[in-house]
């Protein structure tokens, strides 16, 4: 089956840097990638994602880049804010699993004032 | 829209007893939902797949009969953990899938079982 893995497993930034995350996917047969952002106690809620027709894709201060040949997706986040202090996870699935997801061990991203 | 709703938020129950946790998509038809369970600063850990209308699917390791799955309709799946004990003790997360793939999570059951 899929495997996930994300890194880093916390990560700090002073407000106004860049956050970015890293997850690799085992299954090449793997085509969808999302991302969702978990605060505390709360839903997971989708951010962004991406599609392997698709190399990368850009939200505002968010983007997600998709490498297939090396099996790696990354999380970008620019000019972030407090509010972007959560929990993110990547996630991959294959459609022929039915839509099931795997998803990466999580990263605690903490923006500093 | 894509609006996924759990009852309840918080439940506590006894040792032995059995709680039902109801997972219902509000704007859209979920072929498909699905079933997680969480443990405080750790990843979703999908518990099963239910589709609507046939049995669902369980991961590895996951009991069936302790974990019941029911998906009557498009828009509503419960969950019944049986004989519930204190390491059954977590959050539960469903989500609702449409058939273009995208998964919405519901706000999360988090079960105390004393």
């Known amino acids: 089956g899929e495997n996930v893995e994300q890194h880093p497993s916390t990560l700090s930034v002073q407000e106004g840097d860049s956050a970015v995350i890293k997850c690799t996917y085992s299954?090449?047969?793997?085509?969808?990638f999302p991302w969702y952002k978990q605060e505390l106690g709360k839903r997971p809620q989708l951010i962004i994602d991406?599609?392997?027709?698709?190399g990368e894709k850009k939200d505002q201060r968010i983007a997600v880049t998709l490498n297939k040949t090396a099996k790696h997706f990354s999380l970008h986040i620019t000019e972030t804010q407090p509010e972007d202090s959560a929990v993110y996870f990547c996630?991959?699935?294959?459609?022929?699993?039915?839509?099931?997801?795997?998803f990466g061990t999580g990263t605690r991203l903490q923006v500093m004032l | 829209g894509a609006v996924v709703s759990q009852h309840p938020s918080r439940v506590i129950c006894k040792s032995g007893t059995s709680v039902k946790i109801e997972c219902r998509s509000l704007d859209f038809q979920a072929t498909t939902m699905f079933w997680y369970r969480q443990f405080p600063k750790q990843s979703l850990m999908l518990m099963a797949t239910?589709?609507?209308?046939?049995?669902?699917?369980?991961e590895q390791g996951v009991e069936k009969d302790k974990f019941l799955i029911n998906h009557a309709s498009l828009t509503l799946s419960t969950l019944t953990v049986t004989s519930a004990h204190p390491e059954d003790s977590s959050f539960y997360i469903c989500s609702a899938g449409t058939r273009l793939e995208t998964q919405y999570f519901g706000p999360g059951t988090r079960l105390l079982v004393l």
């Open positions: 991406i599609r392997s027709n698709v």
């Open positions: 299954d090449s047969a793997s085509n969808y």
């Open positions: 996630a991959a699935r294959n459609t022929g699993t039915a839509s099931k997801l795997t």
């Open positions: 239910s589709n609507e209308g046939s049995k669902a699917t369980y």
